[in-house]
């Protein structure tokens, strides 16, 4: 299972049943670990990290691309 967000910001992912959330790290190619654990839990960061991300892009006065596992006006 993978899902990206919006410009590639975050990544929800599973291995071996474990459940975690990636960002890009500084290095080109690299990501670091945001988040692990049960779906529900990497669920929940994920989403709060979009929440945050989406809320960046409205302050900007851009419009954030629709995420199916968020609910946020077109």
């Known amino acids: 299972m993978r ?10 992912a599973s291995l071996g049943g474990q459940y975690f959330v990636l960002r890009p790290a500084d290095a ?7 988040a692990r654990g049960r779906y529900i839990t990497a669920v ?3 989403v709060a990290l979009l929440k945050q991300h989406h ?4 302050r900007r006065g851009e419009t954030p691309e629709r995420d199916r596992l968020l609910d946020h006006p077109a």
Do not use: D, R
């Open 55 to 58: 809320a960046e892009h409205l």
């Open 44 to 46: 929940a960061a994920y």
């Open 3 to 12: 899902h990206t967000a919006c410009c590639g910001a975050f990544e929800l």
């Open 28 to 34: 080109p190619g690299e990501y670091e670990e945001t």
